[in-house]
């Protein structure tokens, strides 16, 4: 029996992991360490809260007392790391809180695993898993081959250079100290509990509102898309078989512009509230609910500076080693996260609406 600490499990990729894990590995405890910044909802967690061998704790991976306690009170044998700021286009205007919770805040948890875990200096039980993205290798060119472990890094963002240093100090802490470590370099992700900020979710919420969809520059930037319980599949695979000290790139091998992301979700959103008189009425200023088209709402605007034209990620090294694949091909992913968006009404309107903020702050403080 395994008792996990996972970092972040408040937002999107956490709380999906944590969900996952719980219902995969019935004899496994799961603690949550979060600070619960805008991007963390505890409603996210709410099915697991009735679990017994579920923990929810509030507090900042950068408070290294309270991360020592949690390590020695719990056990704690595996950290999967998630914590961390996450948005680009934040980190564009304000990169300081990216390079406290991303760098300090791995460092700090770094440091006190190292203290658990090695205590007379030599290998411990403990495994330290850092989830890292595919975006610190840069850009490709349109015929470039994909990003692999080998590539590079070349990060363009604060966000990313943040993410690529946070790599570099878990490596560091493998070679130098012998902490056993794993690595996974992830593409872009969507799912249920992504926060309406990112391309998904925001083009979603966006659409039914009737409100422009913002297509950055001329939206032929290149993501490579996972559905987010595949990549949980993805982690999962590299915390039971990885080998320690070594990176893995998990990718959905499904690479689509931007334009063709928001085309697709328009149609998708075009058939079902043409068909479903019940959508049309909670809906209404969504042009499919009057027998138009999503797609008219797309709107051009202002490139994101610095913006990464195309991410790919070559998976050959978690398949041929560890056997991982993802389930979800990117049609079958849409539809479920479109159909969980929409048997969630709740969850998306009190971000948007401001009433869970305030539910947070009164609760836990701002
Ligand atoms: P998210 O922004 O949805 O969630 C981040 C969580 O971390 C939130 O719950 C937040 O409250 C918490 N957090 C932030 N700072 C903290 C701190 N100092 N102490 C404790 N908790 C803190 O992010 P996400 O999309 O779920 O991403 C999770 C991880 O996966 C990140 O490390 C990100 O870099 C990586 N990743 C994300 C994607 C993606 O497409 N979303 C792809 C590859 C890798
Ligand atoms: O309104 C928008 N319009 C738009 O054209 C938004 C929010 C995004 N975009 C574009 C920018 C990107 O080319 O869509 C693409 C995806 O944007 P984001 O959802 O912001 O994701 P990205 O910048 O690619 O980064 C994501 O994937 C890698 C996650 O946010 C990171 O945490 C992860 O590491």
Known sequence: MASLLVTGGAGFIGSNFVHYWLRSHPGDSVTVLDSLTYAGNLASLEPARAEQRFRFIHGDILDRECVDRILSDHSIDTIVHLAAESHVDRSIHGPGAFIQANLVGTYTLLEAARTCWLKDGSPGNGRFHHVSTDEVYGSLGPEDPAFDED????????????????????????????????????????????????????????????????????????????????????????????????????????????????????????????????????????????????????????????????????????????????????????????????????????????????????????
């Open 151 to 366: 590539t590079s890094y070349a990060p363009n963002s604060p966000y990313s250079a943040s993410k690529a240093g946070s790599d570099h100090l878990v490596r560091a802490y493998h070679h130098t100290y012998g902490l056993e470590v794993t690595t996974s370099n992830c593409s872009n992700n969507y799912g249920p509990y992504q926060f309406p900020e990112k391309l998904i979710p925001l083009m979603l919420v966006n659409a039914l509102h009737g409100r422009a969809l913002p297509i950055y520059g001329d939206g032929m930037n290149v993501r490579d898309w996972l559905f987010v319980e595949d990549h949980c599949r993805g982690i999962e695979a590299v915390l039971l078989h990885g080998r320690s000290g070594r990176t893995y790139c998990i990718g959905g091998n499904t690479e689509r512009t931007n334009m063709e992301i928001v085309r697709q979700l328009c149609l998708h959103l075009d058939e079902r509230l043409g068909s479903e008189p019940s959508l049309q009425e909670r809906f209404p200023d969504c042009p499919a609910s009057s027998g138009s088209t999503c797609g008219e709402l797309v709107s051009f605007v202002k490139d994101r500076p610095g913006h990464d034209r195309r991410y790919a990620i070559d998976a050959t090294r978690i398949e041929g080693e560890l056997g991982f694949r993802p389930v979800e091909s990117f049609e079958s992913g849409l539809a479920l996260t479109i159909d969980w968006y929409l048997r969630n009404e709740s969850w998306w309107r009190g971000i948007m609406d401001g009433s869970y903020r305030q539910w947070i702050d009164t609760n836990y403080g701002s």
